[in-house]
């Protein structure tokens, strides 16, 4: 067993876990946050994605010990309270979903698009970057739509805009 | 995955020391490959050393022509790096096409090249741009480097610290990615500098990557996609599976290095 410590969503955890435990692993089953989902469990279908220090990654290809003292956030961590996050909130709205396997992923995988290549992204620029990420129901469409607003909501001031 | 023991290294000493004492060890890099491979149960290493947090193996810098990647530096760190985009573009463009952004964000450079993939796209770019590989013991020149299908000439208990790529006057790789996997069905990086001429082609033979010394021979007469009508790769040693026939990946080597080629120019 080996003692990882790292801050999810905001807290600090520690755990002794054993070091097969994936980072996928480690937030569903130790932690209870059951939003990260496990798709193809073969780092292909993205359903997994959460952040790790501010960046996408695959959650079902990386070892929960590897993430000591990193900073991780999951679908869960992007709320603030009942408010949903813009990105979130621009899923529902476009209805970027259908059985919604795949949107933890989509989404958190959506949100480095933004932190990355900015809050206009062309409909080519969205495809492309959510190559690692598999929807079998919708065939994208929404989906897509769904990031470009988004991504427009989350730049800094388009609340107070939209209010208007 | 089996079980295994996990080992925080902290210095590339204490990694190579961890390593020295279990010939069973596996070096966590990334872990993109490693990871999926230890899940299909096809590696079962007794113990894993992890190098994420041994200081100094990840950063980019330029010396010179000359631009020295650390083997922890991600995909994503090099396709984004000022550095490598002002002076090997190809380079970048190159990393930017490896797997998909959240693989990007966690593969390293170091793992893709100690791993040697037959289908991994570094290789290519370290072929064709004559690269050094730098390790804890000696410096690999990668005509050397490269040995076959997953094996290179690191020995045990030496570990990739990095790989110093000399800038090319003009470079391209250009790839044919397998749809589904985004590994290269081929690729190929071509690089000129001076009259000389490197042509490196990945995904294509079962020998792993390769320099394809007839194209080299006809670029260096003429840098020009045109040179290369004619010359054709023999279909003898190409990876078949169901993906491809070896016919189509020897066929496939013709038209991605004319592609390369022409990009190379700009045209």
């Known amino acids: ?164 | 995955m089996y079980a295994f023991t996990y080992q925080r290294a902290k210095t590339v000493r204490q990694a190579a020391g961890l390593l020295a004492k279990n010939a069973d060890a596996k070096l966590l890099a990334g872990g993109q490959t490693l990871l999926p491979t230890m899940k299909q149960r096809l590696a079962s290493p007794s113990a894993v050393i992890d190098l994420g947090k041994v200081e100094g193996l990840a950063g980019i810098e330029r010396k010179g022509r000359t631009v020295v990647i650390g083997a922890m530096t991600k995909h994503s760190d090099v396709a984004t790096s000022a550095i490598v985009r002002e002076a090997i573009p190809a380079l970048a463009a190159l990393a930017d096409g490896i797997g998909d952004p959240a693989v990007r964000n966690r593969g390293t450079i170091g793992g893709s090249v100690a791993n040697n993939d037959p289908s991994a796209d570094y290789p290519a770019a370290c072929l064709a741009l004559g690269a050094t590989i730098v390790t804890n013991k000696r410096k690999i020149p990668a005509d050397a480097f490269f040995q076959g299908m997953f094996a290179t000439a690191l020995d045990e208990g030496e570990i990739i610290v990095k790989i110093a790529f000399p800038a090319a006057s003009k470079a391209s790789y250009a790839k044919f990615p397998n749809p589904a996997s985004r590994y290269a069905m081929v690729g190929v990086f071509v690089a000129k500098r001076g009259s000389d001429v490197r042509v490196a082609v990945t995904g294509a033979s079962s020998d792993g990557v390769f320099r394809w010394s007839a194209a080299e021979e006809a670029l260096r007469a003429r840098f020009n996609p045109k040179s290369l009508e004619g010359v054709s790769a023999k279909a003898d040693g190409m990876i078949a599976d169901i993906h491809g026939s070896a016919e189509y990946r020897a066929h496939l080597v013709g038209v991605m290095t004319k592609r390369a080629v022409t990009a190379a120019l700009g045209k």
Do not use: W
């Open chain 1, 1 to 164: 067993m080996t003692t990882v410590t790292m801050t999810v969503n905001g807290k600090s955890v520690t755990a002794n876990v054993d070091p097969r435990t994936l980072l996928a692993q480690f937030v569903r089953e130790h932690l209870r946050l059951t939003g990260t989902h496990v798709g193809c469990d073969t780092s292909q279908c993205g359903a997994c994605v959460v952040h790790v220090d501010g960046r996408a990654v695959k959650s079902c290809t990386t070892l929960a010990v590897s993430c000591d003292g990193a900073a991780v956030t999951t679908i869960e961590g992007l709320a603030n309270g009942a408010e949903l996050h813009p990105m979130q909130a621009a899923f529902r709205e476009h209805h970027g979903l259908q059985c919604g396997f795949c949107t933890p992923g989509m989404i958190m995988a959506a949100v480095d698009i933004v932190n990355r290549k900015g809050h206009v992204l062309d409909e080519h620029t969205i495809r492309e970057e959510l190559e690692g990420n598999i929807c079998r129901c919708t065939g994208y469409h929404n989906i897509v739509k769904a990031v470009e607003a988004g991504a427009r909501a989350m730049a800094p001031g388009a609340a107070a805009i939209a209010a208007e």
